[in-house]
């Protein structure tokens, strides 16, 4: 969607406004990283999720006793990262990228807060 809202925009009548909102928005390689050299911007990043082929949410293992101490249970505590994990192809050249949600996500109500000229 933030995608489609950022082609319109670039077209409308407000297209230079929106512009200039567009860079001061810009958070390139805050929102991920790209295995590929080149500009990991917004518009890059919807294209990596919208052309994965494989799209998979990182997680991480914490073991209990290492935080609670000796007598916490024996058990792992697994949570998500806030990363996801995108890879695919770009004209038969395959590519990985990490995906930051959180600051992803900001950047896109950032992006969409844009009120136009005047």
């Known amino acids: 969607m933030i995608r489609t809202y950022d082609d ?3 077209a409308s ?3 230079e406004a929106y512009a200039t909102h567009a860079k001061e928005t ?3 390689d805050y929102i991920g990283t790209l295995s590929e050299d080149g500009k990991f911007d917004l518009r890059e990043a919807c294209n990596k999720v919208i052309h994965a082929q494989e ?3 990182l997680y991480e293992r914490v073991d209990r ?3 609670e101490g000796k007598d916490a249970p024996d058990q792992d505590v697994w949570y998500l990262t806030g990363e996801i994990e995108l890879k695919g192809k770009h ?3 395959a590519w ?3 995906l930051y949600i959180q600051d992803f996500i900001e ?3 950032e992006r969409v807060s844009f009120k136009g000229p005047g």
Do not use: C, N, Q, Y
């Open 8 to 10: 319109i925009m670039a």
């Open 13 to 15: 009548d407000a297209a």
């Open 26 to 28: 810009d958070v390139s």
């Open 55 to 57: 799209i998979r949410p």
């Open 65 to 67: 006793t290492v935080l």
């Open 91 to 93: 004209r038969g050249k």
């Open 96 to 98: 990985e990228a990490v």
């Open 107 to 109: 950047t896109v109500l």
